[in-house]
């Protein structure tokens, strides 16, 4: 690299993962400095002026989003980028507010031969009264990330996820078919699937707290699956990174019931912190965490 490069780390922001993010800030602005990089980090909040006028008075070459969940992740930071004519990691606008909506991306899953858990949209009225779908199902949020909000009723759940008064993500929620088996996920890197991972917890499910709690979770990388289940794993999770338009770097969230795949949604800024997937699929392919983030950043672009 003949100088360095100025790149500005977005994180932190307003939504449900604010502290996720700025974890996988740190964590990028680090990795980013050892590979040479002029690197600061911005705390985003909900002042956009703010935003505007902290990213004109830096004037970088790359903007790395490392924001994740609503208004990070959605498609809103990426037009507000894309009017500004600055490059940012990623995916664009319509591919990460696609992915983000989650009746909108299985929509485009289904009608590329994706398969999905069969599921309903209802209003929280109709969960309570438990008329949408026989258990099991799992109730979740239409646009959070991490599985914020996520729970899954069963046959022996006493209480349900939430009360008349007390859903804060909406007016609408989804409820999916339970399908049990094993967790896997895919990171793809431009149009390259890296590798499966299964993920096991004693929680349960893959929740928040597995997610980011150190020892929450344990990741087994490459994933203990029969060759061609892995073979389709991948090709379900390229199909579905090209299928919304995704660009630089994402992650696909499966089930394997023994016999099927199922995809459940895609991860257009997937978590870059110590506990993160897509960092352990790169090492595993000899690709160090200096190395991904650069590539991130060689790669940015906006849509002008």
């Known amino acids: 690299m003949s100088r360095a ?4 780390v977005l994180m932190g922001g307003c939504s449900a993962e604010r502290e996720v993010s700025l ?4 964590a990028v602005g680090a990795a980013l400095a050892r590979a040479g990089f002029a690197v600061d980090l911005l705390d985003v909040s909900r002042d956009v002026g703010a935003l505007v006028a902290a990213l004109t008075a830096r004037t970088p070459d790359v903007v790395f989003n490392a924001l994740h969940g609503r208004f990070g992740e959605d498609g809103a930071i990426q037009g507000l980028l894309d009017l500004m004519g600055l490059p940012y990691t990623h995916s664009g606008r319509l591919a990460s507010a696609l992915a983000m909506d989650k009746p909108s991306a299985k929509l485009v899953f289904e009608h590329v031969g ?3 858990a069969p599921h309903v949209i209802a209003t929280p009225a109709e969960v309570l009264a438990e008329t949408v779908m026989p258990r099991p199902y799992v109730v ?3 646009n959070e990330g991490s599985s914020v909000g996520v729970t899954i009723v069963t046959e022996g759940t006493n209480a349900l996820p939430f009360t008349a008064t007390d859903w804060p993500f909406g007016k609408r929620v989804m409820v999916e078919r ?3 088996g094993r967790e896997l996920t895919v990171a793809v890197m431009g149009e390259r699937a890296l590798g499966v991972t299964e993920i096991t917890t004693s929680r349960g499910f893959y929740d ?10 344990r990741h087994i990388v490459p994933a203990p699956v029969a060759p061609e289940v892995a073979t389709e794993a991948m090709r379900l999770a390229v199909l579905a990174h090209q299928a919304l338009g995704c660009r630089g770097v994402s992650r696909a969230d499966l089930r394997f019931d023994g016999e099927s795949l199922f995809m459940l949604e895609v991860n257009t800024q997937p978590g870059m ?7 352990e699929q790169a090492l595993a392919v000899g690709l160090s965490f200096e190395a991904l983030v650069s ?7 906006c849509d002008t």
């Open 140 to 142: 979740k949020p239409l």
């Open 273 to 279: 912190t110590g506990t993160s997937l897509v960092p």
């Open 178 to 180: 339970f399908i049990p």
């Open 23 to 26: 974890n996988s800030g740190q």
């Open 114 to 116: 994706i398969p999905v």
């Open 5 to 8: 490069r100025r790149v500005t």
């Open 295 to 301: 590539w991130m950043v060689e790669n940015a672009q």
């Open 208 to 217: 928040y707290d597995a997610k980011y709690i150190l020892g929450g979770s």
